[in-house]
């Protein structure tokens, strides 16, 4: 069921809210193979029954009533572990919760767990974990994509019917294309990240991965709002279930034309002709766009979140809060040794790279010509945006690879995320959908094999369009957005 069927029968007492997420505990505890979740929830039970007795008041309560969801271990939730995948922060226990999170529960959502990641959102497999490799729902042997590889993964594995996660560069459309669910990320400032562990603050942004354009519009109508406690906080009306009403006849799609072909596997391009042809009897017009600079974002990717992620991990120093050891050396051998053991080789690698970048007589070579770059890639998206409405790539290259395939190659890992990063980098919403599968040929089969996604990219403060694209989708090809890895 999606969540709001699960949540229209919980209301209407054909099934208690307790019932539900006892049954979600138990998935959760018996997916223990696939390594998602990294803390269970002691209360779940409890909020449930505090719902169930609402109901039988005949109290209003909200529209996710009794729902139960997963939460990326790098969002605060007060009284709880809040890891970030990383043995820095093994033992912190949140003080608050965060406002997404916050706006989750508060329409009754019941988070049953936290749930597994690339150390700090650093990775695109979900195999930086300090806690163990995530592995794919639909295949052990392959990753189920990164950093939200535990959203991705509880919901593709049928245990919860939304998770929340965090996309700095493709965190949720990667796992999303690897896993066969829908993935969004909103435009920056649209969901408060007060309460997010960061990793590169002017690229992060929490969104949602569902199986339902149904169960997504209500989440972003959830969690999307202006929130003071966030300096980049935007004032915007929230319109994602209005959306689902509309159609995309005359919808203008451009086809990012050096986003396919070369680099592709088959499966990918087949997914794509296959959504076109779709588009196409849907009544959209299809169109050619070109971004030049599409070539040069993942360079500039790097260039400006590993410096980012440089600052901000500083406040890792094993002094205040953080892990620390048993050191009796002085102060600096103390945050030497804490933060080698602490962090992972992946963060490690991240921060060298940003302390270089910003490193006296570099500065200017590296990051400041980034940041240059990033404004003329917004650019070149704000004039595509002049002739289309949407924009259509593919999402990942490929379907999901195999454990360890990448792990000590990591610029070929880092190539994972060459769809995704120009996005982040220009502040713009994005949705993964996904359209078939690739098959052990590496062929394109509409109903076997290994997922695969397709991107859409609407201007900055239309989220609300992807939501059309995608109920339209949805409709035309019967709801196969709600397969599920343990039933295929």
């Not at 271990?73 to 820095?88: E, F, I, P, W, Y």
């Not at 916050?102 to 700090?120: H, R």
């Amino acid at each position: 069921m999606t969540a709001l069927e699960l949540a229209h029968r919980i209301k209407t007492r054909q099934v208690s809210a307790e019932e539900t997420i006892l049954q979600a505990l138990q998935d959760a505890k018996h997916s223990s193979d696939l390594n998602i979740f990294l803390h269970i929830s002691e209360t779940a039970i409890l909020e449930a029954r505090a719902i169930d007795v609402s109901i039988a008041k005949g109290e209003t309560v909200g529209a996710l009533a009794g729902v139960p969801v997963a939460l990326k271990d790098n969002l605060c939730v007060r009284g709880t572990r809040t890891t970030a995948g990383s043995k820095m922060l093994e033992d912190f226990v949140s003080p608050y919760t965060g406002t997404a999170v916050q706006k989750l529960l508060n329409a009754g959502a019941i988070s049953i767990g936290k749930v597994n990641l690339d150390e700090f959102g650093m990775g695109s497999s979900g195999e930086n974990s300090a806690f163990g490799a995530t592995k794919n729902p639909w295949d052990t042997s392959r990753v189920p994509g990164g950093s939200s590889s535990g959203s991705a993964a509880s919901v593709a594995a049928g245990i919860v019917p939304i998770a929340l996660g965090t996309d700095t560069g493709g965190s949720l459309r990667l796992p999303a294309a690897f896993t066969g669910t829908l993935g969004m990320k909103p435009t920056y400032g649209r969901v408060s990240r007060y309460g997010v562990v960061s990793y590169a603050s002017s690229l992060d942004q929490v969104g949602a991965i569902a199986r339902s354009s149904h169960d997504l519009a209500v989440t972003m109508q959830t969690i999307c709002g202006h929130d003071p406690k966030d300096a980049t906080s935007l004032e915007q009306e929230n319109t994602f279930t209005v959306a689902l009403e509309r159609d995309i006849r005359d919808l203008r799609v451009g086809i990012v034309k050096e986003a396919v072909g070369a680099g592709n596997s088959s499966g990918v391009l087949g997914a794509l002709e296959a959504v076109k042809t779709q588009l196409e009897q849907l009544g959209a017009t299809l169109t050619e766009i070109s971004l030049p600079s599409l070539e040069t974002c993942l360079a500039t990717y790097y260039l400006i979140a590993c410096p980012e992620a440089s600052s901000n991990l500083a406040r890792y120093d094993g002094m205040i809060y953080s892990h620390r050891g048993n050191f009796s050396g002085d102060i600096n051998e103390t945050m030497m040794k804490a933060r080698g053991e602490g962090f992972g080789a992946e963060v490690k690698r991240r921060i060298l790279m940003g302390t270089y970048a910003l490193s006296s007589g570099y500065y200017d070579a590296y990051y400041s010509k980034a940041l240059k770059a990033r404004t003329l890639i917004a650019r070149e998206f704000a004039k595509a945006f002049e002739n289309v409405d949407v924009l259509l790539m593919p999402t990942a290259p490929s379907a999901a690879f195999k454990i360890g395939e990448k792990s000590d190659d990591p610029v070929s890992m880092y190539l994972t995320d060459v769809d995704t990063v120009a996005v982040n980098l220009a502040g713009l919403p994005a949705i993964s959908v996904p359209f078939g599968f690739e098959d052990a040929r590496g062929a394109y089969n509409p109903s076997l094999g290994l997922p695969v996604g397709v991107q859409f990219i609407a201007p900055a403060l239309q989220d609300e369009r992807l939501i059309t694209v995608t109920h339209a989708l949805e409709r035309a090809t019967n709801a196969m957005f709600l397969k599920t890895a343990t039933s295929s």
